[in-house]
């Protein structure tokens, strides 16, 4: 008798940035990848990525000032990111502005990612859709999940993904 192998969940990446709009640069990367280990980075802003706002800095709580100290070059937050991801669909809540950040990235150092990312609403029939933001909240909340940060969201993402599937009784891949 042969043990059921576990379906493997989609891997979802999430973008914080230095605001919104115009001259927005991402500063965290976080992913949580389809085996249950997550992978973040925080990102040290390229010379000429100067745009800074104080509100976006009160959501995610992370200065500028952290960056520079803690943040990887994005040379090797690029490296780590199509290491980790290589040949994966990658998943967003938020698609419009995770592709903007991430190609502003990749653009800085002239790469491409070696991933392609999509959006949530691709994995999601029309019931999950209209029930994601109320079981995102739930799993959020037990996850008790009060920062926000990258690596975190992207596990509530994945999470509540796999949730809306349970509950409906389908496969977890799409």
């Not at 100290?69 to 040949?87: W, Y």
């Not at 029939?125 to 909340?141: F, L, M, Q, S, T």
């Not at 990258?150 to 349970?166: F, G, H, I």
Request: proline content about 5%; some cysteine.
């Amino acid at each position: 008798m042969c043990a059921a192998v576990p379906e493997a969940l989609p891997v979802f990446l999430d973008i914080e940035a230095s605001g919104f709009g115009a001259g927005s640069y991402p500063i965290e990367v976080g992913c949580a990848l389809s085996d249950g280990r997550t992978v973040c980075c925080l990102v040290r802003p390229a010379g000429s990525w100067q745009h800074w706002d104080a509100q976006a800095e009160s959501v995610h709580h992370i200065s500028r000032e952290v960056l520079e100290r803690h943040g990887l070059p994005v040379q090797e937050v690029v490296g780590r990111l199509d290491e980790a991801l290589r040949g994966s669909e990658v998943y967003s809540d938020a698609w419009g502005n995770d592709y903007a950040w991430l190609s502003r990235l990749y653009d800085e150092v002239d790469r491409v990612p070696r991933f392609r990312l999509r959006s949530l609403r691709e994995l999601l029939n029309e019931d999950e859709a209209a029930r994601w933001h109320a079981v995102k909240e739930a799993v959020a909340g037990e996850l008790r999940s009060t920062r926000h940060r990258a690596s975190s969201d992207a596990r509530v993402l994945q999470t509540a993904y796999a949730r809306l599937r349970a509950q409906a009784g389908t496969p977890l891949t799409p």
